[in-house]
């Protein structure tokens, strides 16, 4: 398998481009078509590099820059079709470790990912490994949950569940979203799914199921991990 790229970049002619030529040079590519977006698959995928756009809609490439900055050493490349020294000294103030500017080449593109992602390459993991939050530790790499130091025993949904809501940690998920994440083209699960597994968590990594605190209930809207 082929180092994972995830693109941030709401340009379709652009993002078809980049996913079909960095295919075919041996790359996993994935797309985020906005900001937010991108900063939660950054968080689940946990790529290798990341192409992010300058100019998106909403939450913009530098603030995503910023975002990914403070959770991870993952390399980024930013692609920006401005061309000043500005915007160039504040994505590398803002950690990103490259700048390439539109319109370039497929092969100046790859050449530029191949000598990033040799520089960061000895810099340790470049995603943190771990995650932490009051009395629960996910352990990434060895799918490990331990609940204030105990190992606790998550089916591959829980766990799938877990991993998507602390992802998206801070933000309401809607239980359709959750199904669409979690079960994808399933068909013979509805909205209640959710909920079940919802509970079932809660019962293995509350320390009070009736009185969650890591996974909350947003009344009429869904769940929310955190605070
Ligand atoms: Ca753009």
């Given at each position: 398998m082929g180092a994972k790229v995830l693109i941030i970049e709401d340009e379709e002619t652009m993002v078809e481009g980049l996913t079909y030529n960095l295919g075919k040079e041996g790359f996993e590519v994935s797309v985020a078509l906005d900001g937010e977006t991108g900063v939660s698959m950054a968080r689940l995928i946990?790529?290798?590099l990341v192409l992010l756009?300058?100019?998106?809609?909403?939450?913009?490439g530098l603030d995503v820059c910023r975002t990914l900055r403070r959770e991870s050493r993952v390399p980024i490349i930013m692609l920006t079709a401005k061309t000043t020294e500005m915007d160039k000294v504040v994505g590398l103030e803002l950690g990103a470790d490259d700048y390439i500017t539109k319109p370039f080449s497929v092969r100046e593109l790859v050449a530029r990912i191949h000598a990033v992602m040799r520089r960061?390459?000895?810099?340790?993991?470049?995603?943190?490994e771990r995650f932490t939050f009051r009395h629960l530790t996910i352990d990434f790499e060895r799918h490990l949950v331990t609940v204030s130091g105990k190992a606790v025993d998550l089916s591959p949904k829980e766990y799938h569940l877990l991993r998507t809501l602390v992802a998206h940690r801070g933000r309401v998920l809607r239980r359709e979203e959750l199904l669409q994440m979690?079960?994808?083209?399933?068909?013979?699960?509805?909205?209640?799914t959710v909920d079940v597994h919802v509970r079932w968590l809660r019962e293995k990594i509350e320390e009070e199921a009736g009185r969650p605190v890591l996974i909350q209930t947003v009344r009429g809207a869904g769940y929310r991990f955190g605070d």
């Open positions: 946990r790529p290798d756009d300058l100019m998106l809609p909403g939450m913009d960061t390459g000895d810099a340790g993991p470049v995603q943190p979690v079960w994808g083209h399933d068909v013979f699960v509805d909205q209640r």
